[in-house]
């Protein structure tokens, strides 16, 4: 997924950075109200996934729910008080699945 962070978003004429947006949901409605939103979508997109028949099924419907749970994990890791530790994790996991990934293309 794209980093959409910088974007520019326009409001009747107003434009707002989409960090901007999120880092405003957390001060406006809080951080425990923007982690149970968060559990919210996530069990949105489960269902919607789980519904789907046909795996390339992506209707908006689908798309409505990976956008909001995109919304929502960048707020997570905006609460972080050190996102560096959970990006060297998420680094750790990228090797680990490159690794993975490097082995069976050896086989
Ligand atoms: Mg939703």
Redesign the pocket.
């Known amino acids: 997924m794209s980093d959409f962070g910088k974007q520019l978003i326009d409001v009747d004429g107003t434009l707002f950075e989409a960090n901007a947006i999120l880092r405003w949901a957390l001060t406006e409605f809080g951080e425990a109200h923007q982690v149970g939103k968060a559990i919210e ?1 996530l069990a ?1 997109l489960i269902v919607e996934l789980a519904r789907r028949g046909d795996p390339a099924d992506w209707t908006d419907a689908t798309l ?2 990976l956008a ?1 749970v995109e919304i929502m994990t960048k707020q997570l890791r905006m609460m972080l008080s050190e996102p560096e530790r959970y990006d060297a994790i998420r680094t750790r996991k990228l090797e680990r699945l490159a690794r993975m990934l490097h082995g069976r293309a050896q086989v």
């Open positions: 979508e949105e409505e729910e909001d």
